[in-house]
């Protein structure tokens, strides 16, 4: 089999295996999984991996447990069916975040864990870039592009539709019954040398005054990195079996 292709950022892959690496091995969905690279790697660890895509000839690394789906409907599975979700860049591809990780509430069983990855539009420098020029870092093209000009656009060029802040991702987790335990980045992005630490300084002047019991909203991963990697824990079944 050729090189299955990742369609994240670099280092993403990375941090979404180390955060699950260590967790009792169980059934998890990958969505969506794009060719399969990450749903190889963590079946390679042990866990019993379902890879679902808006097109299934889009998934390359077959296990047999390959789903076609589309991430703004319904999800194909059984209440309480996996132990797990990852959801690689996915979520701000969709016109509906709520309804997205409702459906992942429903899914994973109490106790387990969502892993979502998405760009950071909270890093000081998109939100600079939203000031002057207004829109944030991978957000410059919104909704479908020609064919022909899809992969000749510089910026992710991957039709991302929603910029989710960090406490509006928090907001949908714990109306869902999630619980953030973990928030990391694929990598620290610093620009300006002489200005961006006076930004800094004045951001977290100011946040920590409209959140002073969270830290997260001043920390160097909300302010500096360019990718946002949240691990959740599902603490409570708010549906109905169906």
Avoid at 6 to 18: I, L, M, S, W
Avoid at 24 to 51: C, I, M, N, R, Y
Wanted: charged share 25%; with cysteine; hydrophobic share 40%.
């Amino acid at each position: 089999m050729r090189e299955l292709k990742e369609y994240t950022p670099g280092g993403v892959h990375e941090k979404v295996v180390n955060c699950l690496a260590n967790l009792p091995k169980g059934t998890l969905l990958d969505v969506p999984s794009g060719q399969g690279a990450l749903s190889k790697t963590l079946e390679t660890l042990g866990f019993k991996v379902f890879s679902g895509d808006i097109e299934i000839k889009n998934i390359l690394y077959r296990n047999g447990r390959c789903v076609q789906l589309d991430l703004s409907y319904f999800l194909p599975f059984k209440h309480t069916k996996f132990d797990y979700v990852v959801c690689s860049e996915g979520i701000e591809h969709i016109e509906n975040p709520h309804h997205l990780i409702r459906e992942f509430g429903r899914l994973i069983k109490k106790d387990g864990y969502l892993v979502i990855t998405t760009p950071n539009v909270m890093a000081i420098k998109s939100r600079l870039r939203f000031l002057i020029y207004s829109y944030f870092d991978f957000f410059k093209y919104f909704g479908p592009l020609p064919p022909e000009a899809r992969y000749r656009i510089k910026e992710h060029h991957h039709q991302h539709l929603s910029p989710l802040l960090f406490g509006e991702m928090k907001f949908i987790f714990e109306k869902y019954g999630f619980k953030i335990e973990k928030v990391e980045t694929n990598k620290m992005v610093r620009k300006w040398k002489i200005f961006f630490p006076l930004i800094k300084w004045f951001i977290k002047y100011k946040t920590k005054k409209k959140f002073p019991t969270d830290p997260l909203f001043i920390s160097d991963v909300i302010l500096e990195g360019e990718d946002l990697i949240l691990m959740a824990k599902h603490e409570l079944e708010i549906f109905p079996k169906w």
